[in-house]
């Protein structure tokens, strides 16, 4: 399921997290940790890869076009707790 939102509500989203998260939802989706920063905007494909996270400009940081929302979903769980 594809889903689209601003750069910067995904920003926002990655700042509400407690700390340890990105590593938490590594573990829940068998992924690098690098790879889930890089989908919050990251950069660092060296140590993680991409993982279906398009942008494009746009007001307010850009559109996100995010391939699969399991990742976004836990985030939103998390931040949540």
Not at 39 to 47: D, V
Request: proline share 2%; hydrophobic share 35%; aromatic share 6%.
């Amino acid at each position: 399921m594809t889903k689209t939102v601003t750069f910067n509500s995904l920003r926002r989203l990655k700042d509400s997290l407690p700390s340890g998260s990105m590593q938490v939802i590594a573990d829940k989706v068998g992924l690098d940790v690098e790879t889930v920063r890089n989908y919050f905007g990251g950069q660092n494909f060296k140590n993680g890869g991409g993982c279906g996270v398009h942008i494009e400009a746009g007001p307010d940081g850009g559109l996100v076009t995010l391939d699969d929302t399991t990742i976004y979903e836990i985030a939103e769980k998390l931040a949540k707790e």
